[in-house]
């Protein structure tokens, strides 16, 4: 008898190398967007943090977006990284759905190249922060690295992680350029 075949699982989220629940969520408007905000989840497991990222926008998936954000502290998250482009509104919408702290990275890659998504993500109303970052790839990795400075303080592994991190950037940078 032919074997019976089970249904194709959904893919719903890529999981981070480091093993254990998620304690970061990393966010972002579109698939597109992932060769970017990897760097996010790339930084989290060189501080031995495990982390989650899916597509989530707050336009295209309100429904998902309320969702996700709404259950992530029971589900053991601790911090959100969002990653968006154009009118990015994802870290501003995750922050007033969350008093998690929410790291916003503005995405290039529309006529202005993010400069709007910059200002979309920073320029928050009074009362509901974003901390926001630089454009592209040094602010995914940079979100990364402030989410391990965070968790850092109650938690000796991840603290003695981003000491490590930082002593051995400042090993690797050469003397001579050439
Ligand atoms: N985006 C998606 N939904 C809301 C926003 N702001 C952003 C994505 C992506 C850009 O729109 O984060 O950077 C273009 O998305 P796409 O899927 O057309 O490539």
Known sequence: MAARKS???KKTAVRSKTKG???VAILMGSANDWPI?????DALDGLGIAWEAKVISAHRTPQRHHDYVTTAEDRGIEAFICGAGMAAHLAGVTAALTHL?????????SA???MDALL??????????VAT????????????????AMLAGGDAKVRKAVIGFREKQTAGVPESPA
């Open 7 to 9: 249904p194709a699982k």
């Open 37 to 41: 905000m990897q760097a996010a989840g």
């Open 120 to 129: 979309a993500t920073v320029q928050m109303p009074g009362g509901i922060p």
């Open 112 to 114: 202005v190249d993010g």
């Open 101 to 109: 702290p929410v790291l916003g990275v503005p995405l290039p890659g």
């Open 133 to 148: 970052f630089a454009i592209g790839k040094a602010g995914a990795k940079n979100a990364g690295l402030f989410a391990g």
């Open 21 to 23: 629940t998620p304690r």
